[in-house]
């Protein structure tokens, strides 16, 4: 059965930075695309970026664009989301999943993590 555990929220203050892991269980990890997508209270779930299976493709939100930066390591069958100068808009659950398909600006996400808390303050 195929699992992801996410980790590295937090409450940070607005312009901090915070690093997000995702470790997938199992031996599929390395064939598939993947993506983080966060969910607020009250809000719709946003994607917020994507990379291909090799990570040789990256695709972003607009508002993460030039500070989020997502990465993968297979070897460890690991997804990265590293956040930069965040702001209140950020807090938000991040979820980590596979990807049925390709990467790309509106994945079609499959299985997901049980997602970690980021709240960033004012």
């Known amino acids: 059965q195929v699992q992801l555990v996410e980790s590295g929220g937090g409450l940070v203050q607005a312009g901090n930075s915070l690093r997000l892991s995702c470790v997938a269980s199992?031996?599929?990890?390395?064939?598939?695309?993947m993506g983080w997508f966060r969910q607020a209270p009250g809000k719709e779930r946003e994607s917020v970026a994507s990379?291909?299976?090799?990570?040789?493709?990256?695709y972003y939100a607009d508002f993460v664009k030039g500070r989020f930066t997502i990465s993968r390591d297979n070897a460890k069958n690991t997804l990265y989301l590293q956040m930069n100068d965040l702001n209140t808009e950020d807090t938000a659950v991040y979820f980590c999943?596979?990807?049925?398909?390709?990467?790309?600006?509106?994945?079609?996400?499959?299985?997901w993590g049980q997602g970690t808390q980021v709240t960033v303050s004012s």
């Open positions: 999943a596979y990807i049925d398909g390709a990467a790309g600006p509106k994945p079609d996400f499959g299985a």
């Open positions: 199992g031996d599929t990890f390395s064939v598939y695309a």
């Open positions: 990379i291909s299976w090799s990570g040789s493709r990256t």
